[in-house]
């Protein structure tokens, strides 16, 4: 099976345009800060 990870960065506006999204499309959204995770030092650009 292939599998796909795809990681994306919106310049530190991520929780806003996550917000934007989900209020257009609905759902439900759970966000997952990387600041302050065990794998904070293994992302550059938290």
């Given at each position: 099976?292939?599998?796909?990870?795809?990681?994306?960065?919106?310049?530190?506006?991520?929780?806003?345009?996550?917000?934007?999204?989900?209020?257009?499309?609905?759902?439900?959204?759970?966000?997952?800060?990387?600041?302050?995770?065990p794998i904070e030092d293994q992302c550059p650009l938290a």
């Amino acid at each position: 099976m292939t599998q796909i990870n795809a990681y994306i960065n919106f310049n530190g506006k991520c929780r806003e345009a996550m917000t934007f999204y989900n209020e257009c499309l609905g759902g439900d959204l759970v966000l997952q800060p990387v600041e302050g995770s065990p794998i904070e030092d293994q992302c550059p650009l938290a």
